[in-house]
């Protein structure tokens, strides 16, 4: 796609994905090329999605962005998991948190020790041995790089973190123009986009286009006509109602998912307001009682009246078509659950750049970027499904109905092998971690009947020791951790010398 004159790529959408793509090209693609945005004032961006994960941080990092400025700049707050409520039981809690959940011992992980002792009746809990599960309980948090290395993502406002990545995008001669994409023209013989036609008659031509549009996917579908796999016969929620709130009290660091009758309730912490929303099942509970059932359940007042959204989860079939990448919502939504929506921005640019053509596009090229990208939704997918298939609110005949759903096959063989010998892998690509999945299954009520045969050679005095060793190193890694808004009251704190 390259000439002496380097290549024009344009990105037709400037919400959070829009700007994250202008910010990463910005940076890496070499001196020479252009890079255009083109976002429409009169078409919103969707304005939610405020809580990552803590591959977010190596992004920032990619780009140079320092944390103290990105937290003050983005209202953010530190995240250290996902707390999930009623989920496993109507009562019952437990939290995903991110880090490792104790630690090997040998060859051994430490889930197969955890699962001997724990069917002996002398294992605690798995939070126990989370050191980041017992700093976000109590509050706590890692300061940068310093002290225990505790993994962290963040909450943060969408709109304040797509206007910093724009200024830093403009300022590395990414330029921007607004208008509405009314027509787009091919290529007669390779079908190739060559330009977009704004509503004014200006055309925007570009030897690669990367859809940033939204739900409307209107390159990538709408021109393109990629396809869709619907995946709302396993992830049946298709509504939000959003909502912010005044906060109130200290600001948790980490996200709570509170399941409710039909759906269930996000609340995310920011230091000027609290993100709160309803995603919910329309069969199950009109938009109405949704707005109800959300306002009756905030923190502080209401900034606002509820938003609804409307979407179909599931993917695009292919990302990479002719010369059009979709990334963000134009590549497909899976529901904010385990906050993977920026995420899969980050791993779309991300693996864009590693296979970035100097010249015309080898097919090969994009089918391995499809494969890849199809391989990380589906496992994400998975993992999603889980939440809701090993629910444990029966009676309600929302949850009933998903507990009583087919799942994949994938799935179906990654329950049965953890139930069955406790063994599950993550294979390459796939995005959440054994420790992950572990809290997971065991918080939703999936425990192992067995685990690896190598955990029996160790004695059990060594056993008891062990687990012992381990939740007291937990709790000495947290008692040196600062405050969760320590940290933010120094980021928020004036910039030396203004
Ligand atoms: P949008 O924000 O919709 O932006 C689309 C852009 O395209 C806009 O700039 C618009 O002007 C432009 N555009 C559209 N049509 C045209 C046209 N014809 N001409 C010119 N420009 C056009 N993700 C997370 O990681 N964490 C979360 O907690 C989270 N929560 C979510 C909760 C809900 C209920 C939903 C629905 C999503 C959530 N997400 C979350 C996903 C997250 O919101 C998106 O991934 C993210 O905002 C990216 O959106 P986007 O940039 O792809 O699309």
Request: glycine share 10%.
């Amino acid at each position: 796609m390259a000439d002496e004159n380097g290549y024009t790529i344009v990105i037709v959408g400037g919400g959070t994905a829009g700007w994250m793509s202008a910010a990463a090209l910005a940076r890496f693609v070499p001196p020479g090329h252009r890079i255009a945005l083109v976002e429409s004032d009169a078409i919103r961006t969707i304005g939610v999605g405020e809580a990552t994960i803590p591959a977010i941080r190596t992004f920032n990092d990619a780009l140079g962005i320092d944390e103290t400025e990105f937290l003050r700049e983005t209202r953010g707050s530190l995240k250290l998991g996902i707390a999930f409520e009623g989920w496993g039981t109507p009562d019952g809690q437990y939290m995903h948190a991110f880090g490792p959940i104790g630690r090997p011992l040998g060859l051994v992980h430490f889930k197969d020790h955890w699962a001997r002792a724990w069917s002996a009746g002398f294992a605690k809990p798995l939070a126990h041995y989370s050191v980041n599960e017992i700093a976000a309980r109590t509050m706590r948090a890692p300061d940068g790089g310093r002290g225990p290395a505790v993994p962290y993502a963040y909450h943060f406002d969408a709109g304040l973190y797509a206007g910093f990545l724009r200024r830093y995008a403009e300022a590395r001669g990414v330029t921007r123009r607004e208008g509405t994409v009314e027509r787009v023209t091919r290529h007669g013989e390779s079908g190739d986009i060559a330009a977009i036609v704004l509503g004014d008659g200006t055309e925007v031509a570009g030897d690669f286009f990367i859809d940033c549009t939204g739900f409307r996917g209107l390159l990538i579908e709408q021109e393109l006509a990629a396809g869709y796999d619907d995946w709302s016969h396993w992830l049946p929620c298709d509504r939000a109602m959003a909502v912010p709130c005044a906060p109130a009290g200290g600001l948790t660091p980490y996200t709570r998912s509170i399941a409710r009758e039909a759906g269930w309730q996000w609340r995310i912490p920011l230091q000027h307001r609290i993100g709160n929303g309803l995603v919910y099942c329309s069969e199950f509970l009109s938009d109405e009682d949704a707005a109800h059932m959300l306002l009756a359940h905030l923190d502080g007042e209401a900034l606002g009246d509820p938003r609804p959204l409307r979407f179909v989860t599931g993917k695009r079939r292919k990302q990479w078509v002719a010369n059009c990448l979709a990334v963000g919502l134009s590549s497909g939504f899976m529901e904010p659950l385990e906050s993977t929506s920026i995420h899969m921005i980050q791993a779309s640019i991300t693996r864009f750049l590693t296979m970035l053509p100097r010249g015309d596009v080898d097919p090969a090229v994009r089918d391995e970027f499809n494969r890849a990208a199809n391989f990380e939704q589906e496992r994400i997918r998975d993992f999603l499904i889980l939440h809701y298939k090993a629910n444990g609110r029966t009676g309600e005949p929302f949850w009933d109905r998903c507990r009583a759903m087919e799942i994949p096959d994938t799935l179906a063989a990654k329950i049965d092998q953890f139930r069955g010998n406790g063994v599950f892998r993550q294979v390459h690509e796939e995005l959440f971690t054994e420790d992950g999945w572990l809290q997971v299954f065991v918080g939703q009520g999936i425990e192992p009947d067995n685990w690896n045969a190598m955990a029996d050679a160790l004695p059990e005095t060594k056993l008891r020791e062990f687990l012992a060793v381990l939740e007291q190193a937990a709790l000495d890694d947290v008692r040196r951790l600062p405050s969760h808004m320590d940290i933010l009251a120094r980021a928020m704190a004036e910039p030396e010398g203004v």
